[in-house]
């Protein structure tokens, strides 16, 4: 699938906190303020929004969205790989897009690692443009977020704050309630570290061979984002997460100017959407 230069887009843009934001640490982090749920935060400190968090939002909003009737009406008939969308909130058998234990087709080429095999393995997973009897199995989603046996043509860059962001971190408190009882657990007060509302990250994302599908999509989904419908981190519930996505612009790296770009010459970026220009 990825042997061959087909295209590369370079999306660029700025998150801000519509509300306050609290996304997580692991448990083992250096907690600079005592604070038991510290914001993530980069080697010097800084808050970040690791791509992966962004990642997972965005990849649940996409299976939900492509299987309401609307979203699903959005992918032609005519592409060669399959039409219905798995889910990876329902990784059993009969919702994923591949399987090594019920398909037969596919213990084969993934056994071996010949090229032939390779090949293989790639058109069963990703099809053949232009032949409808070599249908890929995997879904768009899937194609697009990676799965268990294909890398991601869509990624996502870890997001940082400028340096403009002096130490904003706000502290949240709570008390742990006891969910069999609704009664506090005794003196157990829970503190979270947020970052306010107005806190711009830097967006950054590439779509790399995307087809014209592929990339309707993925304009779909910065699109949901620019209208706030993609909430990230935790304590949702109580009102937190709520990011926009904004001056969103793009840059389309095709066969037929890389050769060009690597020459050094410019390839200018494209505002993505009039609506995404402002906030
Ligand atoms: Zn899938």
């Not at 403009?164 to 009664?183: H, L, W, Y």
Request: with cysteine.
């Amino acid at each position: 699938m990825f042997h061959k230069f087909i295209n590369r887009y370079v999306i660029t843009g700025e998150l801000e906190a519509v509300t306050a934001l609290h996304v997580g640490a692991a448990e083992d982090v250096f907690k600079p303020n005592g604070c038991k749920n510290p914001f993530f935060r980069n080697a010097d400190g800084k808050p970040l929004i690791p791509g992966s968090s962004l990642k997972g939002a965005m990849r649940s909003f996409l299976e939900q969205y492509l299987s309401s009737d609307s979203g699903s009406a959005i992918i032609p008939d005519n592409i060669h790989y399959r039409r219905s969308v798995c889910s990876a909130d329902h990784l059993c058998a009969d919702h994923l897009c591949a399987d090594h234990k019920t398909e037969a087709d596919l213990k084969k080429p993934l056994r071996s690692n010949k090229a032939e095999n390779e090949k293989e393995l790639s058109e069963y997973l990703f099809g053949v443009a232009g032949d409808d009897k070599k249908r890929g199995k995997l879904c768009i989603v899937c194609r697009l977020f990676g799965s268990r046996y294909s890398a991601a043509k869509f990624s996502i860059r870890d997001a940082g704050v400028d340096d403009s962001f002096e130490d904003e971190f706000e502290i949240r408190s709570g008390v742990a309630i006891d969910r069999n009882f609704g009664t506090s657990v005794g003196g157990n007060k829970f503190e979270t570290e947020v970052v306010p509302k107005g806190t711009k990250f830097s967006f950054r994302a590439i779509l790399e061979n995307g087809d014209d599908t592929e990339w309707m999509i993925i304009r779909q989904l910065l699109m949901a984002m620019h209208l706030n419908m993609i909430p990230i981190g935790g304590m949702k519930s109580r009102g937190l997460g709520e990011i926009r996505l904004q001056k969103v612009l793009y840059q389309k790296i095709s066969q037929e100017n890389i050769a060009d770009y690597l020459s050094g010459k410019e390839i200018k970026f494209t505002v993505l959407n009039e609506a995404s220009r402002e906030a």
